[in-house]
């Protein structure tokens, strides 16, 4: 079982897993753009900068768009991130209680907590 459990894994962790030859086919525009977008540590800004290479694309001429849209991104992270911080002390300042129920569905009784 752990070894059919540890193959499973290995398949599913490659199929994320993106090569060059799957961005060869994308605009140069596209490409440029979301290239800048994922440098800093995303796994598939590699394999797009070695698609925009064998393809010879000179990145330049989208440069105010890759800044833009690269600014975009890091706006919506950055909301995404201050709404978990309000979440979290929201969450950590209550000291309500749960307010539970219990039914019966399907012929099992259930306890619903909200």
């Not at 398949?11 to 799957?22: E, K, N, P, Q, Y």
């Not at 975009?72 to 979440?87: I, P, V, W």
């Amino acid at each position: 079982m752990k070894k059919i459990s540890f193959l499973f894994l290995l398949i599913f962790l490659s199929s994320c897993a993106t090569t060059a030859d799957d961005y060869m086919s994308m605009s140069p525009r596209e490409l440029c753009i979301g290239w800048w977008e994922r440098l800093g540590g995303n796994i598939h800004a590699k394999p797009m900068g070695e698609a925009i290479d064998r393809r010879g694309i000179n990145c330049d001429q989208y440069m105010e768009a890759m800044i833009e849209a690269k600014r975009s991104r890091d706006a919506f992270y950055d909301g995404l991130k201050e709404n978990l911080k309000t979440s979290e002390r929201k969450t950590t300042n209550t000291n309500k209680p749960a307010n539970c129920t219990t039914r019966k569905v399907g012929g099992y009784i259930r306890t619903f907590c909200y």
